[in-house]
């Protein structure tokens, strides 16, 4: 009831904001995607500062307490439904782009919650967060631009996009990611006539990347605890 409490106004927020994202939407694919993933970036704002909170009202000690983790996961509950909610309903009820578009915002929330737990401050937390989410969603344009004289730039080119948030929705969607005006004008998707990887990878990109920082938290709970109950 805490947890609850302490995060309703945003929660409410989210909700609102969820449930009128798909009548904000445009109903043309290519633009609803970019729309999502767009919509996407404002997930962390569910879960950061929260820590800063906590220590504000001297509650500090929760992060040290042997079930903290079960604190930070039942915390999670309510923001993980909005972004479920929000992906089912901007994803048109389609459930492939919903899987995708709803393991991309759980991995934008675990990250989130991650950086929040571990940075000094809530803006560096945020400033580390939009610079990692900032260099991923670009990473088409300025890592294939390194390999532009290599053979290995097609392939490179169509891991990259098949990665990205959007590339994964429209493959699942079985959308052309050739077609698509930023990837043809801002890449070379157009260029290379290539046979794009399954929209699985970015399922089982996001899932072990999830995991991973689940791992981290874990790891660094035991030696938090550790320290203070010894």
Same mark, same amino acid.
């Given at each position: 009831m %805490?947890?609850?409490?302490?995060?309703?106004?945003?929660?409410?927020?989210?909700?609102?904001?969820?449930?009128?994202?798909p009548?904000?939407?445009?109903r043309?694919?290519?633009?609803?995607?970019?729309?999502?993933?767009?919509?996407?970036?404002?997930?962390?704002? *569910?879960?950061?500062?929260?820590?800063?909170?906590?220590?504000?009202?001297? *509650?500090?000690?929760?992060? %040290?307490?042997?079930?903290?983790f079960?604190?930070?996961?039942?915390?999670?509950?309510?923001?993980?439904?909005?972004?479920?909610?929000?992906?089912?309903?901007?994803?048109?009820?389609?459930?492939?782009?919903?899987?995708?578009?709803?393991?991309?915002?759980?991995?934008?929330?675990?990250?989130?919650? %991650? *950086?929040?737990?571990?940075?000094?401050?809530?803006?560096?937390?945020?400033?580390?967060?939009?610079?990692?989410?900032?260099?991923?969603?670009?990473?088409?344009?300025?890592?294939?631009?390194?390999?532009?004289?290599?053979?290995?730039?097609?392939?490179?080119?169509?891991?990259?996009?098949?990665?990205?948030?959007?590339?994964?929705?429209?493959?699942?969607w079985?959308?052309?990611?050739?077609?698509?005006?930023? %990837?043809?004008?801002?890449?070379?998707?157009?260029?290379?006539?290539?046979?794009?990887?399954?929209?699985?990878?970015?399922?089982?990109f996001?899932?072990?990347?999830?995991?991973?920082?689940?791992?981290?938290?874990?790891?660094?709970?035991?030696?938090?605890?550790?320290?203070?109950?010894?």
């Amino acid at each position: 009831m %805490f947890i609850l409490r302490r995060d309703l106004v945003r929660l409410l927020v989210g909700a609102a904001f969820t449930l009128l994202l798909p009548l904000l939407l445009p109903r043309d694919p290519t633009v609803r995607i970019w729309g999502l993933v767009a919509a996407s970036l404002m997930v962390p704002g *569910l879960v950061l500062g929260r820590r800063e909170r906590d220590v504000q009202a001297g *509650l500090a000690a929760m992060d %040290f307490c042997r079930k903290s983790f079960l604190l930070r996961v039942y915390g999670l509950i309510g923001p993980a439904v909005l972004v479920w909610v929000g992906a089912w309903l901007g994803c048109a009820l389609l459930w492939r782009p919903t899987l995708v578009l709803s393991l991309w915002g759980l991995l934008l929330l675990i990250l989130a919650d %991650f *950086l929040d737990r571990q940075c000094r401050s809530v803006n560096v937390a945020a400033l580390v967060i939009y610079v990692i989410i900032t260099a991923f969603l670009t990473s088409p344009l300025w890592i294939t631009i390194q390999f532009i004289k290599e053979s290995s730039c097609a392939s490179v080119l169509g891991w990259l996009l098949a990665l990205h948030p959007v590339g994964a929705i429209k493959l699942s969607w079985s959308i052309d990611l050739a077609k698509d005006p930023i %990837f043809s004008h801002f890449t070379w998707a157009a260029v290379f006539d290539m046979d794009w990887p399954s929209w699985g990878w970015a399922i089982a990109f996001y899932l072990v990347s999830g995991c991973c920082l689940i791992a981290g938290c874990l790891h660094w709970q035991k030696r938090a605890s550790r320290c203070v109950w010894d």
